[in-house]
């Protein structure tokens, strides 16, 4: 008894001994881990990876950029629902543990035991939390302790409401989607608060395996996936069994969806990310910075609209090119063909499909989505055959005469949406500006038919001739050269020695083609007559011309110092000219166009604020009536001072605009445009019904591009339509680019009360003949207005003459070309 007795007290000293080294190295094994543990407080302020997000002004998402999708919501504003189905599912005791879930670490040593097998990790939430932000996802011991201790020191220091915010943002759900307002968006198309019970359960269930758990890699087993979540909250009591019934009868209907994009302008997305990734390098596209536009989406959604629709417009005038793809029809499944038509690209707002049947009168197609659609003959008739010179053939008898059966083409729906009719991808192609003239906010920009088929950018990147929108400006250097609206230039032919030319000889004319003989400036404006214009600036001098363009934001040095230049053969990008109508739309401030209003970083602290330059008229007298008073003081004294060193002029906490032109400059060159509408070559434009607007067709040589540049106080727009690759449009800018401003000016200036503009001190009105320009009270007259002090006398000098020079009315030229 006494040897047992001694064996037993042995046995059992060694065991304690045992027993203790054993406790001894899994503590020493515990603090050697602890003391590799990283710092937990990077959690406080830990920066996800959110990407590049850009609003309109109105704070609509307009375009995102980045690797990772992610959109993160505060915890209090993530529905109750998903957070119960997530707790069912992944950690029922959450709000009762400490971070570490004791019992399902049992069943998961249980099962380890049993089966051999890592298959149950019995991780919690805050486990994974430790092993998404620290570690890797081996499954090791050293890894699983690790985690154990991380999430222990986790749950110690953060609440419960933040471990799951943390969880819920940053966790993957397959598909580049980071978080589940992310997963809501990518999957179904909706926010967080607008999932079905049946989504929810599935959103839930996806981080389990979410790459191939997800209802688009494997939609049966995330089905089962999405049952048992369903069953877990039912088990739980968080849905009733009616609410779980249904849920489970729920078909399921995801599908990749992008951003959830609110006011669609990639042309505008693309140039701030362009610039942004320039500035903040590429931590842009993870930082979550928010940048806030000058965009106006109304407006933006109009622009597009208006400029596409006259596209199409365009497109149809000139005739059908035929279908994009032709697929042989030899009975072949449509299985096929569908395959085919889905590696076809949409240019919205067409729809590509295949021709599948094609009756004497009509045709049925197809489109991806499966859809039959018919084709009757008054959307296919229209069809004559095109070339790339703008002719059409004859019209067609039958439906057989446009498409046969295997024709991949495009279709368009009726302003009804109640029918369709073939359409085609454009081949012309346009751009459009509209911006404020107070202080140069982009409010629309649209730089091409579709960003999809083509992302070169017109309005900022493209170096077009403007045609006779250019004219303007050169008649505003006229008149601060001493010529008036009344000045008459005889409108005769003649030509200009150019060895560049093949004869020689420059022959410039009208565009009609005729010719008008002696014609006041307010009329060759306002009717677009070339030779006055070439008269008028050889008149005023090249250089002076050239120079005086810096007025207007163009550089001197970057515009043809040839007379060929008063049709605008300059090269120039239609955001430029935005700028320069804007100057004459806001009285005649220098204002530059800008698109970002702000810029802020996750935080929403701000990172920029734009200053723009603003008109305030006031501002500008109040400092001018300063100088004066402080010039005839400084002349009346006996010790002339130096001018004082004023401080920049500030409005509303933005610098104030200066004078690029004068205001009577400004006033004499609006009213001409506002005739350019009245009666001159925007006379389409009356349509709208306002006198406070006005404007400018452009058409350049062989008819390569049309303009229509106009404007009124609050907004100025520009438009452009041309090829790529230059020939000729064979219409005049009157007809394919105006009707673009008009229906976008409908919209914009909806609501907008129409103010006269006074003259302004300065500009006098005078009856003049309407011949001869000079002062007259006979029959033939009109008010025409005047700068104080330029109004000429009623005789004309003896030497006035009609020989294809200038009249008496104008200054006399300078010897700048040789006019034959």
């Not at 009756?359 to 039959?372: C, H, L, S």
């Not at 053939?393 to 729906?413: C, F, K, Q, Y």
């Amino acid at each position: 008894m006494n040897v047992f007795t001694t064996w037993l007290r042995r046995l059992l000293f060694m065991f304690i001994g045992l027993f203790s080294l054993v406790a001894v190295g899994i503590i020493l094994l515990i603090l050697n881990v602890e003391r590799g543990l990283p710092d937990i407080s990077v959690l406080k302020d830990f920066q996800l990876q959110v990407p590049l997000r850009i609003y309109s002004d109105e704070g609509l998402l307009m375009a995102e950029y980045g690797e990772k999708k992610r959109v993160p919501v505060p915890y209090e504003q993530i529905p109750n629902q998903l957070i119960q189905a997530v707790l069912a599912t992944e950690d029922q005791r959450y709000f009762e543990h400490g971070g570490v879930d004791l019992l399902g670490l049992v069943r998961a040593s249980v099962v380890l035991i049993t089966t051999g097998t890592k298959a149950q990790g019995g991780s919690t939430i805050t486990m994974q939390v430790a092993r998404n932000f620290f570690l890797n996802n081996k499954k090791t011991y050293t890894r699983k302790l690790r985690e154990i201790l991380l999430a222990v020191k986790i749950d110690k220091s953060f609440s419960k409401q933040k471990i799951l915010d943390l969880y819920l943002n940053a966790i993957f759900y397959g598909n580049r989607a980071y978080g589940v307002e992310a997963a809501a968006e990518v999957y179904y198309g909706k926010r967080l608060n607008e999932l079905t019970l049946a989504q929810t359960a599935m959103i839930a269930g996806i981080p389990k395996a979410p790459s191939s758990l997800n209802p688009l890699a494997n939609t049966a087993a995330a089905l089962d996936r999405r049952n048992h979540v369903l069953s877990r909250m039912l088990d739980h009591r968080y849905i009733s069994q009616l609410q779980y019934e249904q849920a489970l009868a729920e078909p399921e209907t995801a599908r990749l969806h992008g951003s959830l994009i609110e006011c669609a302008a990639p042309y505008v997305g693309e140039m701030i990310r362009n610039g942004t990734i320039g500035q903040f390098g590429d931590d842009a596209y993870t930082s979550g910075m928010r940048i806030y536009t000058t965009i106006q989406c109304k407006l933006q959604q109009q622009a597009e609209v208006s400029l596409q629709t006259e596209l199409l417009s365009y497109d149809k005038r000139h005739g059908y090119r035929g279908p994009r793809q032709h697929l042989a029809y030899d009975n072949a499944d449509h299985s096929v063909w569908l395959i085919a038509l889905r590696k076809q690209p949409t240019y919205s707002p067409l729809t590509p499909a295949i021709v599948f049947s094609v009756g004497n009168d009509y045709a049925e197609v197809f489109t991806k989505d499966k859809r039959i659609i018919r084709l009757d003959w008054p959307g296919l008739s229209w069809a004559r055959r095109g070339d790339n010179d703008g002719g059409v053939g004859p019209s067609p008898n039958r439906a057989s005469d446009v498409v046969v059966a295997g024709d991949i083409v495009d279709i368009l729906p009726s302003e009804d949406n109640n029918s369709y009719r073939l359409a085609q991808v454009p081949a012309v192609q346009g751009a459009f500006i509209a911006l404020s003239p107070q202080n140069g906010a982009v409010r629309a920009l649209v730089g091409g038919f579709n960003y999809l088929q083509s992302s070169f950018n017109r309005v900022s990147q493209a170096a077009l001739q403007p045609g006779s929108s250019f004219k303007p400006f050169i008649y505003a250097a006229a008149l601060d050269k001493g010529f008036t609206l009344a000045s008459v230039i005889n409108d005769a032919p003649f030509v200009i020695y150019d060895p560049s030319l093949p004869d020689g000889m420059w022959r410039p004319q009208n565009d009609e083609r005729k010719f008008f003989g002696p014609t006041r400036l307010r009329v060759a404006l306002s009717h677009s007559r070339n030779l006055v214009s070439i008269r008028l600036l050889n008149a005023i001098g090249i250089n002076y011309a050239t120079k005086y363009l810096a007025h207007f934001g163009f550089n001197p040095k970057e515009v043809p110092h040839s007379l060929s230049l008063a049709l605008g053969t300059a090269s120039v990008s239609p955001l430029q000219m935005a700028r320069a109508y804007a100057i004459i739309a806001n009285g005649g401030f220098d204002v530059k166009p800008y698109l970002i209003n702000r810029i802020v970083n996750v935080a929403n602290k701000p990172i920029y604020t734009a200053q723009p330059l603003t008109v305030c008229v006031s501002c500008v007298e109040a400092r001018e009536q300063q100088l004066s008073l402080l010039a005839s003081q400084n002349a009346l004294s006996n010790t002339p001072a130096p001018a004082p060193a004023l401080p920049p002029l500030m409005n509303n906490g933005n610098p104030v605009a200066t004078r690029a032109i004068s205001s009577q400059t400004d006033f004499l060159i609006t009213s001409v445009l506002k005739d350019v509408i009245q009666i001159g070559t925007g006379a389409a434009a009356k349509v709208l019904g306002r006198n406070d607007i006005a404007g400018k067709t452009g058409t350049t040589q062989k008819q390569r591009d049309g303009w229509f540049d106009g404007f009124n106080p609050h907004i100025a727009a520009v438009v452009w339509v041309g090829f790529d690759e230059p020939r000729s449009l064979n219409e005049y800018g009157a007809k394919v680019a105006l009707p673009v401003w008009i229906d976008f000016m409908r919209v914009a200036l909806d609501g907008d009360v129409a103010t006269p503009t006074p003259p302004p001190p300065g500009i006098v009105s005078v009856r003049i003949d309407r011949n001869t320009g000079l002062p007259s009270s006979g029959p033939n007259t009109l008010f025409e207005y005047f700068k104080a002090g330029t109004v000429p006398s009623a005789q004309a000098p003896s030497n006035s003459s009609n020989d294809g020079g200038n009249s008496s009315t104008a200054p006399k030229e300078e010897d700048n070309a040789q006019l034959f």
